[in-house]
């Protein structure tokens, strides 16, 4: 898509501005331009930035007239104590409300589930105390003690056919609650080992239309992980199970996901309940601002570079400090995802405005988000500033470098998307590096969408038409079981440098062929070159 060549009237762009308020949309409207030129053009006009309170003076009033307090307020639209207050004074709300609201009482009903949760931020509880308190209806829960819940979903993909089989074999007839179930038939059809009674895909919508199960997806639709976000399933607050590793993933959303055994999800399927040991919370407090060509999956493998695997084992890890609160919702889906690399029963990252504005449009029900307590107790604290941090990538052996130190290594073929990296933000990185140029003739590049929407967004601005012109493949929505085609074809002595996730990686690992793992910026700047190459002189 070629530039606009005339630059726009002061009244165009002020109508550009009234229908698509930032600069950044405002140039993709105009043909591509960068958002910095939209800038330039504004200040030359005399344009003002467009500026829009976050939340009206309205939605303000009407919380502190519920609550009279601005901490639970704040709570309430995930922001800070003193943010909400601020909010208020420049509305000139001053006055304390004049009447009492029931959200302003703390009563305790009998069976109200809602009334338990902790109202207080001084109980000493982390978020997935709060979590399992709240799930299983009492006001505190204490680290070792097993407790039995009901999850709010559980989730599956790859075992269906095993766990419809162990769920037939203990007698059961129906699901306790086809409501709580989400299948998605990503790629389970290709992994169910042989010694497995496997059943066709008619028998399983069979299944799944007898029980009732609405929540099925299909392989088109994309990832499981991904698709069930994207359907707004999954809500802050919850307690979550899913029978992958990748589960972990939805912590980005203040989920607490765990993940449990084939057996286990058969017998939810049958009671509708699990038995789970509370297990301490590490507190990783990520700091600093990230660097030019630095992204999400840097970080994390800054953190699993520093941390030791046996230190947090069994336990949850709970992200929080400056650099997590200024990441998208898509970045920690890769943060969470890739903390299974640690070892940790589960990872949840903070619930606040970004958090909120993401699901805004997406969820149509009503959630309660759970925020740690001020004077949270945590089995262990750790701090990871990121100011000097690098581009970093994964060896074969599982060990953690800089780019700059792997510079200049032949690469054969590289893959940028899947679980961990196959979102429209990725996307959009590799793509900004890529475009106008053209992939090495001596590397193979292959794209993978996370799911059908991402695929549809990146077709819509743009993305896809960038790396066909580079000369890239781009392929359907999957995940990494499906790869192994092309995983296949590496030769002996052969480099692959790839973004999914290290346990995908030695899933489909072809014998005598080295494979590394990176940030997509890494792994589009590296098909440039066909070799290893640092992505920072690429990013502007």
């Known amino acids: 898509m070629s530039p606009r060549k005339k630059i726009p009237t002061k009244a ?70 003193a943010a909400f207050y601020n909010w208020r004074r420049r509305y000139g709300i001053k006055e304390k409300p004049a009447f009492l609201k029931l959200e302003q009482l703390e009563l305790d009903f009998p069976n109200s589930r809602a009334s338990v949760s902790p109202s207080t931020l001084f109980g000493k509880q982390s978020m997935a105390e709060k979590i399992l308190a709240l799930a299983v209806g009492k006001e505190k829960v204490e680290i070792g003690q097993t407790v039995e819940i009901e999850p709010d979903l559980v989730m599956l993909h790859n075992e269906v056919s095993r766990i419809i089989n162990d769920f037939r074999n203990a007698g059961s007839e129906f699901v306790w609650n086809p409501n709580k179930i989400v299948i998605c038939a990503d790629s389970f059809l290709k992994t169910v080992k042989n010694d497995i009674a496997t059943i066709s895909n008619k028998q399983l919508k069979d299944f799944i239309k007898r029980q009732g199960i609405k929540n ?85 493998l800054s953190v699993l570079k520093q941390l030791n695997n046996d230190k947090m084992s069994g336990k949850v890890v709970e992200y929080g400090g400056s650099a997590i609160s200024q990441m998208s919702v898509s970045e920690r889906f890769t943060i969470a995802g890739m903390s299974q690399e640690l070892g940790v029963r589960a990872a949840i990252c903070p619930y606040d405005s970004t958090t909120r504005r993401y699901l805004t449009g997406r969820i149509g029900g009503n959630f309660k988000p759970v925020m740690p307590d001020k004077d949270a107790e945590y089995d262990e ?84 038409r960038v790396y066909v012109e580079a000369g890239a493949m781009v392929m359907n929505p999957t995940s990494e079981s499906c790869l192994t085609v092309h995983l296949g074809g590496l030769s002996v002595g052969e480099r692959c440098l790839a973004t999914f996730d290290i346990e995908g990686m030695e899933d489909i690992l072809p014998e005598a062929a080295e494979i590394y793992n990176c940030s997509p910026a890494t792994a589009a700047a590296t098909a440039l070159n066909a070799a290893v190459t640092d992505p920072s002189r690429y990013v502007k």
């Open 216 to 300: 099925f997806f299909d392989v088109r639709e994309g990832l499981a992980h991904q698709v069930v976000i994207e359907k707004g399933l999954v809500l802050p607050g919850q307690f979550l199970a899913g029978t992958d590793r990748r589960a972990l993933s939805f912590g980005s959303l203040g989920v607490l996901a765990v993940t449990v055994g084939d057996d286990e999800m058969a017998g939810i399927w049958s009671s509708g309940r699990c038995r789970f040991k509370v297990p301490p919370t590490v507190r990783i407090n990520v700091t600093g601002r990230k660097s030019r060509g630095v992204y999400a999956k840097d970080v994390i």
């Open 12 to 81: 165009e762009l002020l109508q550009l501005q009234k229908l698509y308020k930032t600069d950044e949309k405002i140039g993709e409207r105009l043909g591509g331009v960068a958002a910095y030129l939209v800038a330039y053009w504004r200040r030359k006009k005399n344009i003002p930035k467009y500026s829009l309170p976050k939340f009206s003076e309205r939605e303000i009033l009407n919380l502190w007239e519920r609550f009279g307090d601005d901490e639970k307020c704040g709570l309430e639209l995930g922001i800070s104590k």
């Open 381 to 464: 604290m750790y701090q990871v500033s990121i100011d000097q941090l690098t581009p970093q990538i994964i060896c074969p052996g599982r060990s953690i470098k800089p780019v700059a130190e792997l510079e200049g290594l032949p690469v054969n073929q590289v893959i940028l998307g899947s679980h961990t990296n196959g979102r429209f933000d990725d996307l959009r990185v590799g793509a900004e590096i890529l475009k106008g140029k053209k992939i090495h003739p001596d590397c193979r590049l292959l794209v993978y969408p996370v799911s059908r929407k991402v695929y549809l967004e990146a077709l819509k601005k743009g993305l896809i």
